[in-house]
């Protein structure tokens, strides 16, 4: 199911709910959970578990290849680590297959 699809399940859970109402309201909260992200915090996703994103110093050096085929050795800088942590409920979901 994508996004809009979504949508348009939850609105018809909801009679009172229209599609742009709820499309607003998930649109906002996923914002604000991206904006926490980005902040570093943990953050709470409810029947799933918390996750966080953090920036680290980078170290050792990479390869890259340009676009004329050249490779470059280069100095990390900076690292993005995610951490999640999965709720036990939503581990045995997945463990018996039956996620949705």
């Not at 902040?39 to 996750?51: L, S, T, Y």
């Not at 900076?78 to 297959?97: C, D, H, S, V, W």
């Amino acid at each position: 199911m994508n996004h809009t699809q979504r949508i348009a399940n939850v609105a018809r859970q909801r009679r009172s709910l229209t599609k742009a109402l709820v499309r607003e309201a998930v649109e906002r909260y996923l914002e604000t959970l991206a904006e926490e992200i980005a902040a570093g915090e943990w953050v709470d996703i409810p029947g799933i578990g918390k996750v966080q994103v953090s920036r680290e110093e980078g170290k050792g050096y990479v390869t890259s290849i340009t676009p004329g085929g050249q490779r470059v050795r280069r100095k990390v800088q900076m690292r993005l680590r995610t951490k999640i942590r999965l709720y036990e409920k939503f581990k045995l979901k997945l463990r018996q297959g039956n996620a949705c």
